[in-house]
């Protein structure tokens, strides 16, 4: 046996322990990487159990049930007699939610040739609610056909964050009727959802903007329910849990008599203006009509830039509703108030005369009369009959500017009239004070010339036309104007008038109508007396008599009629406006007369009988209006 050296034997022993003292290294590296994995591991146990438990459990159980938002049904908006003005339609609306969408290219790519809406307004939706929380739906078509519902609903596993979804949209049956009045719908704005204006409502809504729609937004909106269902990893309905109805909008019943909303509209055709029908009896609304009128559906689902740029027309204006929005002067429809004021005061003795020869002259400037060979001898009656300016400058230098404003205001001219709408103006009526505050001038005697025939600073809007003639007619009560059946009337004041003076009134106003010599003869009806006022205001100066034709329309004379009927029982008073139209008696007082005689043909006797067509049925008067409907006529004033 051959034994190894000692030295190597010590080399041979002292190798193990070195490779022990590694091993026993690396087990504590180990350890110390496996000690620092639990601890990560637990640190993370940590936060997702304990710190956000609640929140990934709140997740976790929204994956497993799913809350469908159930729209209420948005209130109706009836006319007197309960005939729909503004209903609602289901429709559908294709949704995305950020939150859902991992890959917002690849998703469009596979929806967007699903849709009808082009990819660039889409994209322009997405961006403009970048900002909202990327869980709140982004509503990308509106009012989707079936077509495109079917499309999308058939690759709706492919599309996630893609939600299709059945929301009530306003319909308005009757189209265009009303649109400044009932107003319209759009949708709610991201700074609209940050000051809470809208607390029912969510992103994609559509709100009141405008008009009655906007006024009663929490009325008519109504409350959502919701329906709360399981659904399994694929989101496919396993149960529904529970259900919690909509609560519907409430109805609005307006005291508007669709009859003489559509006279009104049909008579005003394409033309700029207005027409104001009150109930002089109590204030209500029975027809309001602006124009042009608008489309209140094409704001729902979002304007072009050219039908905005038509809706914004700075000559037409299409959007303002100029019932109670456009301040113009009153022309010769003022000279009945005017000539209240005169009696009220003294001034005046009815069959005391003036004569007129076609001007009057005041220093050495001439005033003219509308009529250049004037008028001749001419009294209270003929003054209004014939609308004779000459009498009002020399009985309004009597009367002066201080009453004239007295009066103006006591008619409720100057202020806004009380009607529960957005945007109404004051109109204007002038004073020495104002007159001495805008330009550092004191008032001018010239200036009172003007006043006294409804020209100069004096502005009105036809509502306050319309509110002062039912003062007239209803023996010197001046009532807020009220739109809703339901409001009590609501009495402004009384104005104190003489019940001698308001007869006169009333008995020449009827001639401008009834008198075979009265401006606006041509609108007379065989079975309702009409009283009324012609008046033309200017616009610009006119260098000649009969220019006004030649003149471009933008400068062209304002044509106003005020009226009230049937005389012996006054039930509607009427105020009309035609920018531009020229002469009242031939442009306006047409438009009076076709809702006077509407509103008698809805109340004479109906025959026993009604005729028949081909099919034996009987026809409903009320369905076919053309039936009874008549050209309305008239004559230059």
């Known amino acids: 046996m051959i034994r190894k050296p000692f030295k190597s034997y010590i080399r041979l022993k002292k190798f193990p322990q070195e490779d022990s003292k590694e091993r026993i290294l690396a087990y504590r590296i ?10 990560l591991l637990s640190a993370r146990l940590w936060y997702l159990q304990i710190l956000h438990g609640d929140e990934y459990r709140a997740e976790s159980e929204r994956n497993r049930v799913k809350t469908v938002r159930l729209m209420a049904s948005r209130g109706k908006i009836l006319d007197r007699d309960g005939r729909l003005l503004a209903g609602v339609k289901p429709s559908f609306n294709i949704c995305l939610i950020r939150k859902d969408i991992t890959d917002m290219e690849a998703l469009l790519s596979r ?3 699903l849709l009808d809406q082009p990819s660039s307004k889409i994209r322009a939706r997405l961006y403009a609610s970048r900002k909202q929380p990327r869980f709140m739906p982004i509503v990308i078509e509106r009012n989707a056909s079936w077509e495109t519902v079917c499309r999308v609903e058939a690759r709706l596993s492919e599309l996630p964050g893609v939600r299709v979804e059945v929301a009530p949209t306003r319909r308005y049956p009757r189209g265009k009727l009303a649109p400044h009045l009932l107003g319209y719908l759009g949708e709610i704005s991201l700074k609209e959802l940050q000051k809470g204006k809208y607390p029912h409502a969510r992103s994609g809504d559509l709100v009141g903007k405008y008009g009655l729609e906007a006024r009663y937004e929490s009325l008519l909106a109504g409350h959502s329910g919701k329906k709360i269902m399981e659904v399994d990893a694929r989101g496919r309905l396993i149960r529904v849990i529970k259900t919690i109805p909509p609560t519907p909008g409430e109805d609005l019943v307006l005291s508007l008599d669709l009859d003489l909303q559509l006279a009104a509209e049909e008579a005003l055709g394409d033309n700029c203006g207005a027409v104001v029908v009150l109930n002089p009896r109590n204030g209500q609304i029975l027809a309001m009509a602006s124009g042009p009128k608008f489309d209140p559906s094409l704001f729902a689902n979002g304007l072009s830039s050219q039908e905005w740029k038509t809706l914004n027309d700075p000559l037409t204006r299409p959007l303002i509703n100029k019932a109670i929005q456009g301040q113009y002067p009153p022309g010769s429809t003022f000279k009945p108030f005017m000539a209240t004021a005169l009696l009220q005061e003294g001034i005046i003795n009815p069959d005391e005369t003036v004569f007129c020869n076609g001007s009057f002259k005041l220093g050495r400037r001439r005033f003219r009369c509308w009529k250049r060979w004037g008028h001749g001898k001419v009294n209270l009656y003929k003054s209004i009959v014939e609308s004779c300016d000459v009498y009002y400058y020399q009985n309004g230098l009597k009367l002066g500017i201080d009453r004239i404003e007295k009066y103006s205001r006591l008619f409720g001219f100057g202020t806004k009239t009380g009607l529960d709408l957005p ?7 002038p004073s020495r004070v104002w007159k001495l505050r805008r330009f550092q001038e004191p008032w001018q005697k010239g200036e009172t010339l003007n006043v006294s025939i409804g020209q100069g600073f004096m502005l009105v809007t036809p509502l306050q036309l319309a509110m002062a003639t039912a003062a007239i007619a209803n023996d010197g009560k001046l009532y807020r104007p009220i739109y809703l059946l339901s409001q009590a009337p609501v009495l402004q004041k009384e104005l104190g008038l003489k019940n001698r003076v308001i ?4 008995h020449d106003m009827e001639g401008v109508v009834e008198d075979k010599h009265g401006t606006a003869r041509g609108i007379r009806l065989p079975d309702v007396t009409i009283a009324g006022k012609t008046g033309t205001a200017q616009v610009v100066k006119q260098a000649k008599a009969g220019q006004h034709d030649e003149l471009p329309w933008k400068y062209r004379d304002h044509a106003l009629f005020i009226a009230f009927a049937p005389v012996e029982d006054p039930q509607l008073a009427v105020a009309v406006i035609i920018e531009h139209g020229g002469h009242g008696g031939s442009a306006a007082a047409p438009v009076a007369k076709a809702v006077i005689e509407r ?12 005729p028949e067509d081909s ?8 369905e076919h209006p053309a039936l009874l409907r008549r050209s309305p006529s008239g004559v230059k004033s």
């Not at 180990?30 to 601890?39: P, R, Y």
């Open 30 to 39: 180990t350890a110390i990487i496996l000690l620092l994995f639990f601890l």
């Open 111 to 113: 929806l967007l040739p």
């Open 423 to 429: 945007g109404e103006k004051p109109g204007f009526v």
């Open 503 to 506: 007869q006169i009134i009333k």
């Open 599 to 610: 509103w008698y043909q809805k109340r004479a006797p109906k025959p026993s009988f009604l």
């Open 615 to 622: 099919a034996g049925l009987h026809l409903d008067i009320d």
